[in-house]
């Protein structure tokens, strides 16, 4: 191939190939500039569908500016001091440019890759054969009090829990109560209404028990873990299901033209791969293996054993996921 010889060459005499029409310079020093074709040539690394949006931020290009011509400027001071021509960072330069003209290459052929007609009668397809991943799982929405044992006397938390129940099933307001008593750290932004969840959001020993509440406005008795005791209130339902084909086709769809591209991409690499003229040194690339001595893994070994065991101490109690919860996610797509 004669394009990367070329191009090698084009970069160690500081030339970047420009369009004719937008030769304006932004910023010039001598005879380095940066030019409005340098600036568009990077901006094609943004995302088409956000290049508008990040042309509009007036200071982010007053940045890439300033790093295109720094960079330039930089590669003109490395190339007076001949490091151009130390054999290995002519190799690595020579990797650079040939796993980006790689990238662009595949991009091409996922870009060009023929799409079938049924793609749609495909899609319905997968769903119809994976239910379970398209089938929400019921959700419901929690109020909670928790007090925790480090917080009380012997047996104080979960007598304080069945005093606090008997208080909110005699008429008092759950979360005024949560307000009053409640030891959960995450309260200051939740408030102590956890929102929808699900039963594997939460510590299982509490989703057993609010799970089972039939009726909004339920109350659970306390619920015991290791850190105390919890009150679950069901504030609201929503029943699971399957969810629609319609409501999920178009990510089906995108999912599927997204493994053709990638798939024909692949097929590309593995062609080039087990080409009849592709010869492997298998011997060559196994002379490549580096022995570690005995004593340099003994100590790797012992360092990786103490960080196992620090990642394994006991954590005091804090965050919200130490009281067996779990912040609240959106249903999936």
Not at 53 to 82: H, I, P, T, Y
Not at 106 to 135: C, D, F, G, K, W
Not at 143 to 171: S, V
Not at 186 to 209: E, M, P, Y
Request: proline residues 5%; hydrophobic residues 40%.
């Amino acid at each position: 191939m004669k394009l990367i010889p070329i191009l090698l060459s084009a970069l160690a005499a500081g030339f970047v190939p420009t369009a004719t029409a937008t030769e304006q310079p932004l910023v010039k020093n001598g005879d380095v500039q940066v030019t409005v074709a340098d600036f568009e040539a990077y901006m094609e690394r943004v995302p088409p569908h956000l290049r508008l949006e990040a042309r509009a931020d007036g200071d982010r290009n007053n940045k890439v500016v300033d790093a295109l011509f720094v960079n330039r400027m930089l590669a003109l001071e490395a190339r007076k001091a001949g490091l151009d021509k130390d054999p290995v960072l002519a190799r690595r330069l020579q990797q650079t440019v040939e796993t980006f003209l790689a990238q662009q290459y595949v991009s091409q052929i996922e870009r060009n890759a023929p799409m079938p007609q049924n793609i749609e009668e495909r899609a319905r397809e997968v769903y119809l054969a994976n239910p379970a991943r398209y089938t929400e799982p019921d959700r419901m929405q929690l109020q909670h009090i928790a007090i925790l044992r480090t917080n009380c006397a012997q047996g104080g938390a979960l007598a304080l829990a069945k005093e606090i129940r008997a208080k909110a099933l005699a008429g008092e307001d759950f979360l005024k109560l949560a307000q009053t008593y409640t030891d959960d750290p995450s309260f200051k932004s939740n408030r102590g209404d956890l929102g929808f969840l699900t039963a594997r959001q939460i510590d299982s020993r509490l989703a057993a028990a609010a799970f089972r509440l039939k009726a909004d406005g339920e109350i659970t008795e306390p619920v015991e873990t290791p850190a105390g005791f919890h009150l679950l209130r069901r504030a609201g339902f929503e029943a699971g299901g399957l969810r629609k084909f319609e409501d999920v086709k178009e990510a089906l769809v995108e999912e599927l033209r997204t493994k053709i591209r990638s798939d024909a991409s692949v097929a590309q690499a593995d062609s080039l791969k087990r080409s009849p003229e592709t010869v492997w040194n298998a011997a060559a690339i196994a002379a490549l293996r580096t022995e570690i001595p005995r004593a340099e893994m003994e100590r790797a070994n012992r360092e990786k054993l103490q960080e196992l065991h620090q990642k394994s101490a006991p954590k005091t109690v804090g965050p919200a996921e130490d009281l067996g919860l779990a912040r609240p996610r959106g249903r999936m797509n």
